[in-house]
């Protein structure tokens, strides 16, 4: 009986594409997926239509209409129901919703690498034949959001070293671009790992924007901080003395070296200005340092004595880095690290150039930080958090030192 009703069928779907050809094609489809259906509901029940067994799990229940999007357009399907102790759906519609939700993805993940709006709409065309809009690809982007929102709320816990920066991207904002500041912190925490530990969009570097960054990782459970790193910026000192009292602040080697320039009066003087300064940040200890850097001074104070006297003021506030371990300083005695990762995202948020709104830098900004964070969790250790301070004295009177100075500014 079944056979002879497949026959049936297949008779019917012959006499369809003799007559009518190309122009039956979706009928044709119908009609064979509706039997591919049906034959698989008897072998999820174990017996087809009217079929006595005892291996039978179950029975038949009826058909319910369902329109699918095809290539050749949409399809009204008949899409077999069961009852009892029987779970079943066809196999080709959930191959068909896998596939949906993975050209999501799919959409979301080229919109996050940094692909324009207009270039995913091309690319699904050429590639599926699928005319979407720039439109609903962001609005697909957005099923990130709970994710990445998720991430940006975890827990935190104890990290011994937290390096600061910031850098802008242009956002437009009431009918105007502006440059929008990104402030990102990158934790090691007590067993040496890295970790990006948030990411915040503000409209500036002002004190009020670092202290409510700065607040939401302390809100968040970040604690143990011993050393931070960052640019001098007075918005981020300010909030730093008022956010993280008492722990010691080191200004980034690499930047007093470039903001050293300005000060040198001649051209030719560069080099040997540069090479006197890193004489200074590549001495054994603090008190060599300090030695170096006076001996700098006075080199400078004659020839160029604006440039002596911005580095008896400033290089100081690059030798926090001395309470360290000597194996700890070369990776922390800079933001370079950070420098780094903002040219990844520079990278990719350079194809965008221009972004909406404030949030939808932030997501994408997110989910390209969430996945390098979630690469160094996953990678080799930074840092070995084993040695001990070499001098536990020197760490405790370069921190009185610090907290001392910062009371006086």
């Given amino acids: 009986m079944a056979h002879r009703n497949n026959d049936n069928?297949?008779?019917?779907?012959?006499?369809?594409?003799?007559?009518?050809?190309?122009?039956?094609?979706?009928?044709?489809?119908?009609?064979?997926?509706?039997?591919?259906?049906?034959?698989?509901?008897?072998?999820?029940?174990?017996?087809?239509?009217?079929?006595?067994?005892?291996?039978?799990?179950?029975?038949?229940?009826?058909?319910?209409?369902?329109?699918?999007?095809?290539?050749?357009?949409?399809?009204?399907?008949?899409?077999?129901?069961?009852?009892?102790?029987?779970?079943?759906?066809?196999?080709?519609?959930?191959?068909?919703?896998?596939?949906?939700?993975a050209l999501k993805l799919a959409i979301a993940e080229m919109y996050v690498k940094g692909i324009s709006t207009r270039r995913v709409t091309d690319v699904l065309e050429k590639m599926c034949g699928l005319d979407i809009s720039s439109t609903q690809v962001s609005r697909v982007?957005?099923?990130?959001?709970?994710?990445?929102?998720?991430?940006?709320?975890?827990?935190?816990?104890?990290?011994?070293?937290?390096?600061?920066?910031?850098?802008?991207?242009?956002?437009?904002?009431?009918?105007?671009?502006?440059?929008?500041?990104?402030?990102?912190?990158?934790?090691?925490?007590?067993?040496?790992?890295?970790?990006?530990?948030g990411v915040s969009v503000s409209l500036s570097e002002a004190e009020a924007h670092w202290r409510k960054f700065l607040k939401s990782l302390k809100q968040r459970g970040?604690?143990?901080?011993?050393?931070?790193?960052?640019?001098?910026?007075?918005?981020?000192?300010?909030?730093?003395?008022?956010?993280?009292?008492?722990?010691?602040?080191?200004?980034?080697?690499?930047?007093?070296?470039?903001?050293?320039?300005?000060?040198?009066?001649?051209?030719?003087?560069?080099?040997?200005?540069?090479?006197?300064?890193?004489?200074?940040?590549?001495?054994?200890?603090?008190?060599?340092?300090?030695?170096?850097?006076q001996k700098c001074v006075a080199k400078y104070s004659k020839s160029a004595p604006r440039l002596a006297d911005w580095i008896e003021e400033n290089i100081p506030e690059g030798l926090g880095v001395f309470a360290l371990p000597a194996k700890h300083r070369k990776r922390l005695r800079t933001t370079n690290m950070l420098e780094r990762l903002h040219e990844e995202i520079k990278r990719r948020t350079r194809v965008a150039r221009l972004f909406p709104n404030e949030a939808s830098l932030l997501r994408l900004v997110s989910a390209i930080e969430m996945e390098i964070s979630e690469d160094w969790i996953a990678g080799k250790r930074y840092l070995d958090m084993n040695v001990e301070m070499e001098n536990e004295n020197e760490f405790a009177d370069s921190k009185e030192k610090r907290i001392y100075r910062k009371n006086v500014a």
């Fill in 9 to 101: 069928k297949l008779d019917a779907v012959m006499e369809m594409l003799i007559e009518n050809g190309f122009e039956s094609f979706a009928d044709v489809l119908r009609i064979l997926f509706n039997e591919a259906m049906r034959i698989e509901r008897g072998h999820a029940l174990g017996a087809g239509l009217y079929e006595r067994s005892d291996a039978r799990k179950g029975y038949a229940n009826g058909y319910k209409p369902k329109t699918v999007d095809t290539r050749i357009g949409k399809l009204m399907v008949d899409v077999p129901q069961v009852r009892g102790d029987v779970d079943f759906y066809p196999s080709a519609l959930e191959k068909g919703c896998r596939s949906e939700r």
């Fill in 141 to 197: 982007a957005k099923l990130l959001d709970q994710q990445l929102e998720k991430w940006r709320n975890r827990l935190l816990g104890e990290y011994c070293y937290l390096v600061l920066d910031a850098h802008y991207e242009k956002v437009r904002q009431n009918g105007s671009v502006v440059s929008c500041a990104v402030f990102t912190a990158i934790g090691t925490d007590t067993d040496g790992r890295r970790e990006i530990l």
């Fill in 222 to 293: 970040m604690s143990g901080v011993k050393f931070v790193v960052s640019d001098d910026h007075d918005g981020l000192k300010a909030a730093l003395n008022a956010e993280f009292t008492g722990v010691i602040w080191q200004r980034c080697q690499c930047h007093l070296q470039r903001n050293a320039v300005k000060y040198v009066p001649k051209v030719s003087m560069r080099s040997g200005v540069a090479e006197d300064l890193r004489d200074i940040f590549n001495a054994k200890d603090r008190s060599c340092a300090e030695e170096r850097l």
